[in-house]
């Protein structure tokens, strides 16, 4: 390659660290991280609560708690509203522009900002669903500690694959954290469940779908096998952020048809 190019290209690699952490010190300097914090806290106590009770089994748990709790609620609420707001405060307060005027490639901010959203979605889906199996699924043997590995995975790849989607939507309208606890109640919370059929366009179905690389799922929850699953989750991660590099590169500031 030119050496322009060459150097345009370490310098984008360089921006990475620096745009990754000003999106994170955003994000956790909003009052909602707050609220996701506590939220996030819903399973661990659940937790508590079937330990002391003494009534905990591996189903039971790994399906009422972790699921129905982790899979269903938290992580898409937390991704929603982590991943929405990775370019959407730049962008309501016109800040932008300094990022965009930066002599880096476009690519490079999409993966800072991903980076950042993805870590800080992760870090308390991973870590709630962690802590939860130690406490109720670790003391019931090896199934308990699969269970508690398979909705780690199911977290990990649905914390990715949900940021992805929410950021490249911020980048088209405004209205990408109310769109996306619409996609998140009704598409993700009431017909995937209904409608098996449509799995394959279903994110929390390709995190069940991981799952049960590690621990067997029930055909009616997990509607896709993992060899299934994996594949479609890397499909949409690459595509959305292809659209979200394209549609920088032709961002326009407020005041436009965004």
Not at 91 to 104: C, Q
Not at 186 to 213: C, D, F, H, K, T
């Amino acid at each position: 390659r030119l050496p322009g190019a060459e150097m345009m290209f370490a310098r984008s690699v360089a921006a990475i660290p620096e745009i990754g952490q000003i999106t994170l010190r955003q994000l956790l300097g909003r009052r909602r991280t707050i609220l996701l914090l506590l939220l996030s806290a819903v399973p661990v106590l659940l937790a508590v609560v079937f330990w002391a009770a003494r009534v905990a089994d591996v189903s039971g748990f790994a399906t009422g708690v972790l699921d129905a709790v982790g899979v269903t609620l938290l992580l898409p609420i937390v991704a929603v509203l982590f991943g929405t707001a990775a370019f959407g405060a730049e962008i309501e307060d016109g800040t932008v522009i300094y990022l965009l005027a930066k002599p880096i490639s476009r690519w490079a901010v999409v993966v800072a900002k991903l980076i950042g959203a993805t870590g800080m979605t992760a870090f308390l889906t991973v870590a709630s669903v962690f802590v939860s199996g130690a406490i109720v699924l670790a003391p019931l043997g090896e199934d308990g500690a699969s269970a508690t590995r398979a909705f780690v995975a199911a977290m990990a790849v649905g914390s990715i694959c949900y940021v992805s989607l929410f950021l490249v939507l911020s980048l088209f309208t405004r209205r990408a954290l109310l769109i996306g606890l619409v996609y998140v109640l009704v598409w993700e919370g009431a017909l995937s469940s209904l409608l098996p059929g449509i799995a394959n366009l279903s994110i929390r179905q390709y995190s069940l779908g991981v799952a049960n690389a590690f621990w067997q799922m029930k055909s009616n929850e997990a509607h896709l096998s993992p060899s299934t699953a994996l594949p479609l989750a890397v499909i949409l991660v690459v595509v959305t952020f292809f659209i979200a590099t394209w549609r920088l590169t032709r961002f326009e500031l407020p005041g436009g048809t965004d």
